[in-house]
């Protein structure tokens, strides 16, 4: 099981054969964790699409979504895996935040359980997802603020303590949605298009993928 | 200014305020007119002589009569110097454009945008609150625009006609005038709202330019067309209009009748209307062919990219997919290249008014242009390695590959053994983590070669597993991204269905080698 693992993490990070380095383009992997029904599809939704449905349905596995930002000179590509949030689909999470360069975990302020289920996959992340990756707290449905019961301050302070990037969102408004996926892409490195992928390989360099599709940490693409 | 009229200006001759227009012309027609008086003449030269040399002059010394030659080359030796030269200069004639175009407006206003707006504002409150008993309407639209007296009216005002029993009078239901039938036309009530409503200025026949104007003339509707129509319009054909009215009040809820003026301001109106919103028929053609530029564009990116990756025998494009992508491009090559041939040709069938000058320029150059891109975009491309090709290219990335694999477990190996040497003593430790590594890179070759992706099917069976679930979304994924030609993400797609796929068989294996 655990060459399994080993494996899927350095093939995802692995670099894509770009053809030409042209210009500047990054790709970035991104995951989205979260409680169920705290707006992940939402969120992204917004993102990728600027829309948003009242009645979202409930993901299925996880979502493949791809979104380009521009940053200065470099253009920033993020593969967003979202993925479900009930919790029989939990086995399949680590299959996608292993070798993403990006999460952004998601909770509801108008929920505490799903603070707490936040925390939960930080600690997940910091344990089992690539040591450099850029995890960013979100307080999704901050529209709904007259309900709120988890404090700004509170997840503030929380996220100072680990390192994450925080802001409240609102799917529904767009409020603050491009600017967390900013923030992220600002923090990510642009120097190396794999992030993680030597990290994550755990000291081996090479791995060789059905039989055609190789990848290396520092490719020669 | 002030006295602006009677202030003459020019080369005026001093006795008969004639203009002459040059200083030349002027002392001619002094010498062939006025010769009687040598005076004047003498001190009309000694002013021109005097105020040439101002002219010409340079610094200290104006007693010197310089020559336009070296003058012209001062100048150009010293710009700056010369500018200096010159005295301060009055302010001269100064001409107010503004005031000429108001002047101008002013009639076109008058005569158009007033009298329009007019006609207008009447027309809508003809439609507000129409009643459609033939009566009661009449005496609504004789509320808002009082009818002139026909009895004042001997002939018809506009043909010049007599008025009979057969060629009765009729009031324009916007100017009140009386004009014979033949002089009125019809508006249609429809038609007459949208003229008002302002919500309604663009209709889908704007998108079509060809009809134009043949759809605005078509608004109005001449009232002798047929004569089925003038027997049954209700204040025409008929003596007593009035009953004719009441006969077919259907009728007479469809038009107004106007006369042909108050028809031409409404109509100009509409055109000029029409002008603004539609395009011109080029610039349509122009924009289909940008987007099918840029459409192409980004698919030729994709190409490209995906043509040197295959080309490199990297599995990360489907050959399949490159030459949908390929057919693609060459389709819209072809769109381009027609629309730009139609823009180049647009209108020279048309022998009354060919297109010339800058127009027949312009569609060149977007031809010209079109068919650069096409040159150095689209039809440049590199063609796709045909499968056998793709085929040795893969073989032979395979091989490098392996050379590669085999070079660096060697440097391994290598580095190891210096390792080994430099540290006796953890010696043991780092051969044991050695082998673990080395077997662990072992099992995953053989694993992932001897799975392929279709091997995957047959454990379908038990779908409620979560990752059957993932690999089913992820089919439904792929082959989205491949109809939207988005071949990036079909190869992310395609690498995550694989990692599932052999997630479930170690899984699957695991079960069993437990059980």
């Known amino acids: 099981m655990v060459v399994i693992m080993v494996t899927m993490?350095?093939?995802?990070?692995?670099?894509?054969?770009?053809?030409?380095?042209?210009?500047?383009?990054?790709?970035?992997?991104?995951?989205?964790?979260?409680?169920?029904?705290?707006?992940?599809?939402?969120?992204?939704?917004?993102?990728?699409?600027?829309?948003?449905?009242?009645?979202?349905?409930?993901?299925?596995?996880?979502?493949?979504?791809?979104?380009?930002?521009?940053?200065?000179?470099?253009?920033?590509?993020?593969?967003?895996?979202?993925?479900?949030?009930?919790?029989?689909?939990?086995?399949?999470?680590?299959?996608?935040?292993?070798?993403?360069?990006?999460?952004?975990?998601?909770?509801?302020?108008?929920?505490?359980?799903?603070?707490?289920?936040?925390?939960?996959?930080?600690?997940?992340?910091?344990?089992?997802?690539?040591?450099n990756i850029v995890i960013a707290l979100a307080g999704n449905k901050s529209d709904l603020g007259n309900k709120r019961v988890v404090e700004f301050d509170e997840a503030q302070t929380y996220a100072d303590e680990n390192g994450l990037l925080f802001m409240e969102t609102s799917a529904k408004t767009a409020m603050n949605v491009n600017d967390i996926f900013l923030a992220i892409a600002k923090k990510l490195p642009k120097n190396e298009q794999t992030g993680s992928a030597g990290t994550s390989g755990q000291g081996r360099r090479l791995v060789e993928v059905e039989g055609q599709k190789t990848t290396t940490s520092n490719c020669c693409k | 200014m002030a006295e602006g009229e009677q202030m003459l200006e020019g080369f005026l001759c001093s006795i008969c305020k004639t203009d002459l227009k040059t200083p030349h012309q002027l002392t001619k027609h002094f010498e062939e007119y006025h010769n009687d008086n040598p005076e004047i003449l003498k001190t009309l030269k000694e002013l021109y002589g005097k105020a040439k040399k101002k002219i010409l002059k340079h610094e200290g010394s104006s007693e010197e009569l310089v020559t336009l030659d070296t003058s012209l080359k001062y100048r150009e030796s010293?710009?700056?110097?010369?500018?200096?030269?010159?005295?301060?200069?009055?302010?001269?004639?100064t001409r107010s454009y503004t005031r000429y175009f108001t002047e101008v407006r002013n009639v076109r206003l008058e005569r158009y945008s007033a009298e329009t707006n007019k006609l207008i504002i009447r027309l809508d409150k003809l439609l507000n609150e129409l009643p459609s008993d033939p009566?009661?309407?009449?005496?609504?639209?004789?509320?808002?625009?009082?009818?002139?007296?026909?009895?004042?009216?001997?002939?018809?005002?506009?043909?010049?006609?007599?008025?009979?029993?057969?060629?009765?009078?009729?009031?324009?239901?916007?100017?009140?005038?009386?004009m014979c039938h033949d002089c009125t036309m019809f508006l249609a009530l429809g038609d007459a709202r949208n003229m008002v409503n302002p919500t309604l200025v663009q209709d889908d026949s704007a998108i079509s330019p060809t009809s134009t104007e043949s759809r605005i003339s078509g608004r109005f509707v001449r009232a002798g067309i047929g004569l089925s129509k003038l027997a049954r319009s209700p204040s025409s054909g008929s003596l007593?209009?009035?009953?004719?009215?009441?006969?077919?009040?259907?009728?007479?809820?469809?038009?107004?009748?106007?006369?042909?003026?108050?028809?031409?301001?409404?109509?100009?109106?509409?055109?000029?209307?029409?002008?603004?919103?539609?395009?011109?028929?080029?610039?349509?053609?122009?924009?289909?062919?940008?987007?099918?530029?840029?459409?192409?564009?980004?698919?030729?990116?994709?190409?490209?990219?995906?043509?040197?990756?295959?080309?490199?025998?990297?599995?990360?494009?489907?050959?399949?997919?490159?030459?949908?992508?390929?057919?693609?491009?060459?389709?819209?090559?072809?769109?381009?290249?027609?629309?730009?041939?139609?823009?180049?040709?647009?209108?020279?069938?048309?022998?009354?008014?060919?297109?010339?000058?800058?127009?027949?320029?312009?569609?060149?150059?977007?031809?010209?242009?079109?068919?650069?891109?096409?040159?150095?975009?689209l039809l440049n491309s590199k063609p796709l390695p045909t499968e056998e090709e793709y085929t040795a290219f893969?073989?032979?990335?395979?091989?490098?590959?392996?050379?590669?694999?085999?070079?660096?477990?060697?440097?391994?190996?290598?580095?190891?053994?210096?390792?080994?040497?430099?540290?006796?003593?953890?010696?043991?430790?780092?051969?044991s983590d050695f082998v673990i590594v080395s077997r662990n890179d072992q099992m995953i070759l053989d694993k992932s070669q001897g799975w392929g992706p279709s091997s995957a099917t047959p454990i379908l069976a038990s779908s409620m597993d979560p990752i059957i679930e993932q690999m089913n979304n992820l089919r439904a994924y792929i082959k989205q991204a491949r109809d939207a030609h988005k071949y990036d993400e079909v190869a992310t797609l395609e690498t995550n269905l694989r990692e599932l796929q052999s997630a479930y068989f170690a899984m699957n294996q695991g079960n069993s080698s437990d059980s």
Not at chain 1, 79 to 96: K, V
């Open chain 1, 9 to 131: 993490a350095s093939r995802s990070t692995a670099q894509r054969p770009n053809g030409s380095t042209q210009g500047k383009i990054c790709q970035f992997k991104l995951v989205l964790l979260g409680e169920s029904a705290v707006g992940k599809s939402s969120l992204v939704l917004r993102f990728v699409k600027g829309q948003f449905h009242e009645y979202q349905e409930s993901t299925i596995g996880a979502a493949f979504l791809t979104q380009t930002v521009c940053l200065d000179d470099t253009t920033v590509k993020f593969e967003i895996w979202d993925t479900a949030g009930q919790e029989r689909y939990h086995s399949l999470a680590p299959m996608y935040y292993r070798g993403a360069q990006a999460a952004i975990v998601v909770y509801d302020i108008t929920n505490q359980d799903t603070f707490v289920r936040a925390t939960t996959w930080v600690k997940e992340l910091q344990r089992q997802a690539s040591p």
């Open chain 2, 78 to 93: 010293s710009l700056d110097f010369y500018y200096n030269d010159w005295e301060p200069q009055e302010l001269g004639e």
């Open chain 2, 135 to 178: 009566i009661s309407r009449r005496v609504h639209e004789q509320s808002i625009v009082p009818w002139i007296d026909d009895k004042s009216v001997k002939l018809c005002p506009t043909c010049a006609r007599s008025f009979h029993v057969a060629r009765r009078k009729h009031h324009c239901r916007l100017c009140g005038a009386v």
């Open chain 2, 240 to 377: 007593n209009s009035i009953i004719s009215l009441v006969n077919d009040p259907s009728r007479s809820e469809q038009h107004f009748r106007l006369c042909v003026h108050c028809e031409e301001l409404l109509r100009f109106r509409e055109q000029l209307k029409e002008r603004k919103l539609s395009k011109p028929i080029i610039c349509q053609f122009y924009e289909k062919m940008r987007s099918y530029i840029d459409e192409a564009n980004e698919h030729s990116v994709m190409y490209n990219k995906m043509c040197e990756s295959l080309r490199k025998g990297e599995t990360t494009y489907n050959l399949q997919d490159a030459q949908t992508l390929r057919v693609k491009i060459a389709k819209l090559a072809e769109n381009i290249d027609l629309i730009s041939k139609r823009i180049s040709i647009l209108g020279i069938k048309d022998v009354d008014n060919p297109p010339k000058g800058q127009t027949l320029k312009l569609q060149q150059m977007i031809r010209s242009a079109a068919t650069t891109f096409l040159k150095e975009h």
């Open chain 2, 394 to 431: 893969k073989e032979r990335r395979r091989k490098a590959i392996e050379d590669r694999i085999e070079h660096e477990r060697q440097m391994e190996m290598e580095e190891l053994q210096r390792e080994r040497r430099r540290e006796q003593q953890n010696r043991e430790a780092l051969i």
